[in-house]
């Protein structure tokens, strides 16, 4: 609030001492507001989307995106690596391909049949697998701690891994005389006790994607919406035991984050059964800062770092 009263000081204070001069210019440039708003909200960069089953990568909003692939063949989830020039997804066979930035296939994983996420490395060097409860790696290995489980019947959802190696996965806990538990937890690469975090709040859907933010250190919580979409999205800056944001939508695909900037960014469910990719800020609910591209409409799948 302190802050919002000196801006607003200073602000009159300007313009009690501009009203006093002649022949002052009242207006500014189109691009002197163009470079205020973006120094404010800088331009959303570096997605990597899928549509019409075709993989793209997209400069910044104000950019027409590039096709990355030219056949046609179905795909789901991508993966960009950090520097922009390896897309990893899977395919119809619910395989993971590997194209570049022209959409040559560097490589097809086969081996791995119950596929639940995957993501680059930080030096991307690494695409790290998580197969049924398992890490595997294409590329060389990292120090990634396992899953463990604790008493009581337990369900394996999904998991993420941090640019550290710290492991972070959901479990379902089944209740056999009330509702199941849903339990997000987080083993440090370096050691020590499990972190376990449990929604406090009561009516939430399951807890259903985790993954990291393009920094590798901030955590994307997504839960359960209509089909595979998510409703709600936690945002945890720097693992945090806590959420920094708690978010909730009618549905979206694929959330991601990056908080230097405090946008997310997502495909959003525009209501009539199609999906548009749109930005979010955080920092203020003043709906302009938000940010949608436009002319895609039907995108499931992004990534953005």
Not at 84 to 110: P, R
Not at 144 to 163: D, E, L, R
Request: charged residues 20%; proline residues 4%; contains cysteine.
């Amino acid at each position: 609030m302190m802050k919002n009263i000196y801006l607003v000081f200073i602000a009159l204070l300007i313009t009690a001492v501009t009203s006093c001069q002649k022949d002052v210019n009242p207006y500014i440039t189109k691009a002197q507001v163009d470079k205020i708003d973006s120094i404010r909200h800088p331009a959303i960069k570096n997605v990597a989307f899928i549509y019409n089953n075709e993989v793209y990568f997209l400069a910044d909003f104000t950019s027409k995106p590039q096709k990355i692939t030219n056949n046609g063949s179905t795909k789901k989830f991508i993966r960009m690596s950090h520097d922009h020039t390896k897309f990893a997804y899977k395919n119809l066979a619910g395989s993971i391909d590997i194209v570049d930035k022209t959409g040559k296939l560097l490589a097809s994983l086969t081996q791995y049949n119950d596929i639940r996420n995957f993501d680059w490395s930080a030096d991307d060097k690494t695409l790290y697998i998580i197969n049924s409860d398992n890490v595997a790696f294409y590329g060389p290995a990292m120090k990634v701690p396992g899953v463990i489980y604790f008493t009581g019947y337990y369900n394996f959802i999904s998991a993420a891994v941090s640019k550290n190696g710290d492991l972070v996965y959901l479990l379902r806990k089944y209740n056999f005389d009330a509702l199941d538990q849903y339990e997000m937890v987080i083993r440090k690469a370096s050691g020590g006790d499990p972190v376990f975090y449990r929604a406090e709040e009561s009516g939430l859907p399951p807890m259903a994607t985790i993954n990291f933010a393009a920094n590798g250190l901030d955590m994307v919580l997504g839960f359960e919406g209509p089909g595979d979409d998510v409703s709600n999205v936690y945002l945890f800056d720097n693992m945090a035991q806590y959420p920094t944001y708690k978010l909730g939508f009618n549905s979206i695909s694929t959330p991601a984050y990056q908080s230097n900037i405090k946008y997310m960014l997502g495909a959003f469910d525009d209501d009539s059964g199609s999906h548009l990719i749109g930005a979010v800020y955080l920092d203020t609910d003043i709906k302009d800062n938000n940010k949608t591209f436009a002319g895609y409409a039907g995108v499931k799948y992004l990534d953005w770092k």
